[in-house]
C-alpha cells in the first residue's frame, strides 16, 4: 500500500546569512518547487515556519520551512503535522547530505540521523523515524571536524551548479513521490546519477 506525501519539509537554517549556505540546500528545494508553481510562502508564526499550499497535485500538499534553527526542526515539525493531522509517514523531508557530493540526489525511507542534526531533532520530537528523505548531495569537507563550518558554508560556483541540477532532477520524480511510490522515483533518480570523482557515498 502507498502512502501519498502531503506535506514537504525542506531544512535549513532561517536568516539572509544562512540563505545560500549548503545546510540550507532543502530550501533551496521547496523554494524552487514553489517558484516553478507560481506561489510564495507566507509566515505561520502559530506554526513557527514559512508555508504554502502546492495546488498542481491532485492531493493536498504544503510545503513547509521551519522557522526555528537547524537544530530545533524537530519542534516546528510536530505543529505542522498536529495541526494537519498527518501522519509521519505522509511527510517528505528534504535536507542535504554531506556523504554525498554535489550533483547526487537520493530518497530513502526511513532510518537513522546519520548525524544530522535537523534530522536528529524531527526523529526526537515525532518519537520514530518511519518517514521519507530526500537527500541533497553537498560534498563532505574530508575531516568530521571541518563539517560545521563547510555546511555553514556556501559551495562553490561548480559545486552550486551540480547541486542545481541534481534539484532538477528530484523534481523531476516528484509526481511519483507525491503519490507515495517511491521505488519508482528512487529507480528515476539513480539512473540518472552523474559519475563523481569522490564516489557518491553510502547508497542507504
Known amino acids: 500500500m502507498t502512502t501519498a506525501i502531503r506535506v514537504i519539509v525542506g531544512l535549513g537554517n532561517p536568516g539572509q546569512e544562512y540563505s545560500r549556505t549548503r545546510h540550507n540546500a532543502g530550501f ?9 508553481a507560481g506561489g510564495s510562502f ?3 508564526s502559530g506554526l513557527s515556519c514559512d508555508s504554502a499550499r502546492l495546488q498542481d497535485p491532485p492531493q493536498d500538499c504544503r510545503l513547509i520551512k521551519p522557522r526555528t534553527s537547524m537544530n530545533d526542526s524537530g519542534r516546528a515539525i510536530v505543529l505542522v503535522l498536529n495541526y494537519y493531522r498527518l501522519q509521519p509517514e505522509e511527510m517528505l523531508v528534504v535536507h542535504d547530505e554531506i556523504d554525498f557530493a554535489p550533483g547526487i540526489i537520493r530518497l ?16 526526537n520530537h515525532l518519537g520514530t523515524n518511519a518517514f521519507p528523505r530526500l537527500r541533497i548531495g553537498v560534498g563532505h569537507p574530508g575531516h568530521k571536524d571541518q563539517v560545521i563550518d563547510a555546511v ?3 559551495p562553490s560556483a561548480t559545486e552550486q551548479g551540480l547541486i542545481d541540477s541534481a534539484i532538477g532532477r528530484g523534481l523531476e520524480q516528484l509526481p511519483f513521490i507525491l503519490a507515495g511510490e517511491l521505488e519508482k522515483a528512487m529507480t528515476g533518480l539513480h539512473g540518472s546519477e552523474p559519475r563523481t570523482d569522490n564516489g557518491a557515498g553510502d547508497p542507504e
Open 42 to 44: 507566507s509566515r505561520d
Open 152 to 154: 555553514l558554508s556556501r
Open 28 to 36: 533551496w528545494f521547496v523554494d524552487r518547487l514553489l517558484a516553478q
Open 108 to 123: 530513502k525511507q526511513g532510518g537513522g540521523h546519520g548525524g544530522h542534526n535537523g534530522l536528529r531533532s524531527i526523529i
